[in-house]
């Protein structure tokens, strides 16, 4: 296992841990954002490797979506707050049945 | 021919969803009257006893994986196909009045002849899969006779009895499932026949968990203990023709399936394991009795009663003897119609007081004497006194045990002395005796004409199957001979 | 063999009159129901009379009529037997029963359920008949349970009374215990033979049988214990008393309590096989003699007087039958039949003179006055059970006491020691009801019974004394056509000793009776006053009274806890408690909490587990 594949698993695990843990959108969100990491690093890495340049092309797509996705989460996040709610993700529990 | 029995009371039953009221009762009973006099046609006519063991045959196309639409009518099946009939007409007969004024709606009347259909395609059916599809469907009518017409606690007993019974549908799927592929695995052949399954005899260990399975698929049914306990509640929160029906009919359906399945496929499992079954039996008769003894409402003693006696069937037909497979048939027949009576005269009961607690009565001898004869009667012959029908029944079936293994007889046959230690307590607080306070006897009226002729009807086959069974026996005789000329004779 | 129309007019005239009496004339004219049933008993008489005298010929019979159940192999039949045996015994229960039967007419008039007192009655009668021509075991168990039903019917006639209600049940259940053991019996000759016909399965024991044997005979005597009401199974014969005279004078004295002795005699041939079986028989039945004699002695209540002297005397048959002369036990059944029923008829007149069902000797006293032709024939029955000669009772008496004496020390002492209780218990009755008044009793004056009632007593009285004189030509008529060997079925021949010592036995007990009676007239209030204890235990035959409720009770409480605790709480609240579960289970296992975490572990697990697999 070289350390690029180290890396970026740890990115990644750190990032579900936060997901999963923590309660906060806020932080669940940078979570994400540290599994994209994760994931990037490893892409990056295999597609040095075998020298593809379709997964630095994937690389370059991964992270405008990943730019985007934070922004509409924390768009979403920013209007819970103006809204009144909490941030904590326990407490919003309209879909459940 | 045979496709009609359970296809006409089907429409029927979907034809009267669109009727009101007084016609929905009428168009019902005009249905079920037909199937009834189609029943007894079928008997006479083209029927022949000497024809085989499977008289009639109808079969259909084959389906995936072998399943064939498969109808066959022989001894045994013709008389359960009877039973049904009659006691269809006779719980029509008995619920004419209705528990309400303006009697009761049409979905009622179609749910009687929904389950009439499915309890006639269960005893039809050769092939495994079709038996399965009208065993399932006979649920249904039966979860809506009991949560929708019963009386107060219908809710949870319709339930109880839908989930307890559907449990143990499941086992007997899977158990059926293994069954096929089995034989498939041994023979390379796929099939659901009845007839040609008879020669699986699977062994071993998964020979024992498809038994096992199938056991407690039927024996959910029958009801064997300790799978018993949705069936008081079942029965007495049905109203009385759903009792009727249930006690009368679908109980069969287990026994009707060890006979058919169990025994067939699985003869040296089912010999081997007699001991345990047989034991069970026991306990069915003496628990069911000693629990009896205990109960404070009418219908619950008999529901209690009806697991005692089919104690006895089992015991017979595990028996592997001709008297024993012979007196379980008959006891089938006889259960039906002497616990179907009693449940009817309850109903008259209830019908006029609403009450059916034995504290509740009290001295109808004096107001009712012709519903005290009855009852007495219907009783007499619950508690196996020769001379009336279940005493034919059940000496047979310890005959035949006897001789499969006579301890087992010996302690089954306590069961005589605990029968009548809770009926005739029971018969004489409400008919005998006086009338407490609280007591609602002053309402009961004698019965009226429609009821007497029914009664009589029942109580004069009961005397006539208890003198002279032998039409009924020569009916049975070949569907019995084939079971036990295929298996061991001890 | 043709089957002569006797035996079909025994089925078939009973048969008609019920169904004619309960479709006819119950709806119609419920006063005449006893017209056809009493036309019915004429002819059964006849009947009966005219097969007594073709058997006396040699004649016997022994034919199927039809098959009853039949699977494969299986069968049992319907069959009719006719040998001396049952001749005789019929002839018994065809005349006493007949007169019976007219007696109830008066009797029963004014009752409102004369119709239906009728239809039981004959209907038992019928049963009765059925039981004593059966020709196998089966049948014979399909009557013995319909004298059993009718029995019930009978006892808890008058249903509002909860004392007759709780007698009818426990007579009932008392028997199904015996039926039970009858069934198990049959259901072992079944296993063992395959056929139930008498003369099959006796025929098969000279090839021996070992412990089958042994208990399909302990289990006949067991049925025939509870049938015949012998200790430990008798208490609910006293009880049973509740109904009408007319119902103890047959069922409970003459008829259906000689079932199971008849019941005993029909399977001599398997019982004496069992080595040792005649020996308990005749301990049990000389035990009971002596047991119920001595209860009979302490009663106050009249017919509760004759019920312990029924059973003592049902002792009496079981001592002779176990010692082996089944001739004498049957002989001494059939005269037992005429004074016992004479007995109870006189008991019915007295209470139906003082206007009511029963009568306690505190009610009665001096009646010698008022109803003199009773008083003749409660003495001719009298004499006849005390065994005097030349009354009835002698000749079967001392052909008990011979026998006795014969086999031994101990069974002399039980019979004599019974004889002198008999005399004794009767002639008590016989002083406190018609001689007297003593000062303790408050009588009634009631009037003579009417000739409707009084004639047919008159008749069983002549048969209670001159009966005797018919026994020579009863021990002819029941070796025709017998099973059982000869010698079993001999009676006695006359010899002085026995004489005295019977006749003696009678005379210290009649004795007693006068000094206890006539003498200290007021007696028998007084030791009961004075000894309570020694009351209570006599009122609870010795104790054994409480071990029956302690044992009835010890079962009901049992059924209590099996349905009550066992099944409805235990394991149909475990049943009903998994559902519940389930639903809590499934709340807590939710997929749709809502809740963010929850679907993020979900998606975590659920991604690793399908990894995991496509990776293994």
């Known amino acids: 296992m070289t350390p690029a594949l180290q890396v970026g698993l740890a990115l990644f695990c750190l990032g579900l841990a936060t997901v999963l843990l923590r309660g906060r959108l806020l932080a669940m969100l940078l979570g994400l954002e540290l599994m994209i990491a994760g994931v990037t690093v490893i892409l990056t890495y295999q597609a040095g490797i075998f020298g593809d340049p379709g997964g630095l092309a994937a690389v370059v797509l991964v992270i405008a979506v990943a730019a985007a996705e934070a922004v509409v989460g924390l768009c979403l996040i920013l209007r819970l707050h103006h809204g009144g709610r909490s941030g904590e993700s326990g407490s919003l529990a309209e879909l459940r049945e | ?490 | 063999m043709p089957i002569p129309v006797s035996v079909y007019l025994l089925f078939l005239a009973p048969t008609a009159a019920l169904l004619v009496a309960f479709f006819l004339f119950r709806p119609l004219r419920p006063q005449w129901t006893h017209w056809p049933i009493l036309a019915s008993c004429a002819v059964v008489a006849a009947a009966s009379m005219d097969l007594a005298a073709k058997t006396y010929t040699g004649w016997s019979m022994d034919a199927p009529l039809g098959v009853w159940m039949a699977a494969g192999s299986w069968e049992v039949y319907f069959g009719v037997r006719i040998d001396g045996l049952c001749a005789a015994v019929l002839a018994m229960v065809a005349v006493v029963g007949g007169l019976i039967h007219v007696y109830a007419a008066g009797y029963m008039r004014e009752d409102p359920g004369f119709a239906r007192f009728f239809l039981c009655f004959h209907l038992f009668f019928l049963s009765m008949i059925g039981m004593l021509v059966s020709n196998n075991f089966v049948q014979f168990y399909l009557f013995w349970e319909g004298v059993g039903l009718c029995s019930f019917l009978l006892i808890g006639f008058w249903t509002h009374k909860q004392s007759a209600r709780s007698a009818a049940l426990q007579a009932f259940v008392t028997n199904r215990v015996g039926d039970l053991a009858f069934l198990v019996a049959i259901l072992i000759l079944l296993k063992a033979y395959g056929d139930t016909r008498f003369e099959y399965v006796f025929g098969q024991m000279a090839y021996g049988g070992g412990p089958l044997l042994l208990l399909v005979g302990v289990l006949l005597f067991v049925a025939a214990a509870s049938k015949s009401a012998q200790f430990p199974l008798y208490f609910w014969l006293p009880d049973a008393m509740e109904g009408p005279t007319p119902v103890s004078a047959l069922m409970h004295a003459a008829t259906m309590v000689t079932a199971g002795i008849f019941l005993l005699a029909r399977s001599w041939p398997l019982i004496a096989f069992v080595p040792g079986l005649g020996t308990l028989i005749a301990a049990v039945g000389g035990v009971t003699a002596v047991f119920a004699g001595l209860l009979a002695c302490g009663q106050t209540d009249l017919k509760r007087i004759l019920a312990y002297s029924t059973v003592s005397h049902l002792g009496l048959m079981a001592l002779a039958l176990g010692l082996g002369r089944v001739g004498i036990a049957v002989l001494h059944l059939i005269m037992h039949g005429f004074f016992k029923a004479v007995l109870f008829l006189c008991a019915g007149n007295i209470a139906h003179g003082l206007g009511k069902s029963a009568a306690d000797i505190s009610e009665v006293g001096g009646l010698r006055k008022h109803m003199p032709f009773t008083l003749a024939c409660f003495m001719a029955a009298a004499i006849s059970l005390a065994g005097i000669w030349p009354a009835a009772g002698f000749f079967s008496k001392d052909g008990i006491i011979e026998a006795c004496l014969e086999a031994g020390p101990g069974w002399a002492a039980l019979a004599l020691t019974a004889a002198a209780l008999g005399a004794f218990y009767i002639s008590r009755m016989l002083f406190l009801a018609f001689f007297g008044p003593s000062p303790e009793q408050k009588p009634g004056h009631p009037h003579e019974a009417p000739a409707g009632m009084s004639v047919p007593v008159g008749f069983l009285a002549l048969g209670a004394l001159l009966a005797g004189f018919l026994s020579p030509g009863i021990g002819r008529l029941l070796v025709k056509g017998a099973m059982s060997p000869e010698e079993s079925l001999a009676l006695a021949h006359f010899s002085w000793p026995v004489f005295a010592a019977g006749t003696s036995a009678a005379v210290i007990g009649f004795a007693a009776a006068w000094f206890l009676t006539i003498a200290r007239p007021r007696f028998d209030w007084t030791w009961r006053r004075e000894h309570p204890g020694l009351q209570a235990l006599v009122a609870s035959d010795f104790g054994w009274r409480h071990v029956v409720a302690f044992v009835v009770k010890t079962s009901w409480r049992f059924a209590e806890w099996v349905g009550g605790a066992l099944d409805h709480r235990t394991w149909d609240g475990f049943l009903e408690w998994t559902s519940p579960a389930a639903v809590s289970l499934g709340g807590a296992v939710s997929l749709k909490s809502g809740r963010l975490s929850d679907y993020m572990w979900w998606i975590v697990m659920g991604t690793a587990a399908l990894l995991a697999a496509a990776l293994i």
């Open chain 2, 1 to 490: 021919m045979l496709t009609a029995l359970w296809a006409l009371p089907a429409l029927g039953g979907v034809l009267c969803l669109f009727t009101k009221g007084e016609t929905s009762k009428r168009f019902a009973t005009t249905v079920a009257a037909a199937m009834l006099g189609y029943t007894v046609w079928l008997s006479c006519v083209p029927y022949a006893p000497e024809a085989g063991v499977w008289g009639l045959v109808e079969s259909g196309p084959a389906w995936i994986f072998g399943i064939r639409y498969q109808l066959a009518l022989d001894g045994l099946a013709l008389s359960l196909v009877w039973l049904t009939a009659f006691l269809t007409v006779v719980s029509f007969a008995a619920s004419w009045r209705g528990a309400e004024s303006g009697g009761f709606s049409a979905g009622f009347w179609s749910s009687f002849l929904f389950l009439e259909a499915a309890l006639m395609g269960v005893f039809l059916s050769r092939d495994l899969f079709v038996f399965y599809v009208f065993w399932e469907a006979t649920l249904i009518p039966m979860f809506f006779i009991i949560g929708l017409w019963g009386s107060e606690g219908r809710r949870h007993a319709a339930m109880k009895f839908f989930l307890f019974t559907f449990f143990g549908s499941l086992f007997m799927l899977v158990g059926l499932l293994a069954l096929v592929t089995h034989y498939h695995a041994v023979s390379g052949v796929w099939t659901w026949d009845m007839g040609e399954l008879a020669g699986a005899n699977p062994t071993g260990l998964a020979g024992l968990l498809m038994f096992v399975s199938l056991i407690i698929g039927f024996g959910v049914k029958i009801p064997l203990f300790p799978m018993h306990t949705w069936l008081p509640d079942a029965h007495t929160e049905a109203p009385a023709a759903g009792s009727i029906m249930l006690a009368g009919v679908m109980l069969k359906m287990g026994v009707y399936g060890f006979i058919r399945v169990l025994l067939p496929v699985f003869p040296r499992l089912s010999w081997d394991l007699l001991p345990w079954l047989g034991g069970l039996a026991c306990v069915n008769i003496l628990y069911g009795s000693l629990c009896a003894m205990q109960q404070r409402d009418l219908k619950r003693l008999i529901a209690y009663s009806s697991v005692a006696h089919l104690g006895f069937c089992v015991l017979g037909v595990l028996s592997w003897t001709p008297e024993g497979v012979a007196g379980g048939s008959l006891q089938m027949l006889n259960h039906g119609i002497t616990t179907g009576a009693l449940f009817m005269m309850i109903g008259f009961l209830y019908e006029r007081t609403h009450r059916r607690g034995l504290s509740d009565f009290g001295d109808l001898v004096t107001r009712a004497p012709w519903m005290t004869f009855f009852f007495g009667w219907a009783v007499m012959a619950s508690i196996g006194l020769p001379g009336l029908n279940g005493f034919v029944g059940e000496f047979m079936c310890l005959a035949g045990m006897a001789r499969a293994l006579p301890l087992m007889a010996m302690v089954a046959a306590i069961g005589i002395v605990l029968s009548a230690a809770y009926c005739l307590p029971a018969y004489q607080t409400v008919f005998w005796g006086a009338s407490t306070a609280g007591s609602v006897s002053s309402k009961v009226l004698d019965l009226d004409l429609r009821e007497k002729v029914l009664v009589w009807l029942l109580c004069g086959i009961m005397l006539y199957i208890g003198l002279c069974p032998t039409p009924l026996l020569d009916a049975l005789a070949p569907s019995v001979a084939s079971l036990v000329a295929d298996g061991f004779m001890p």
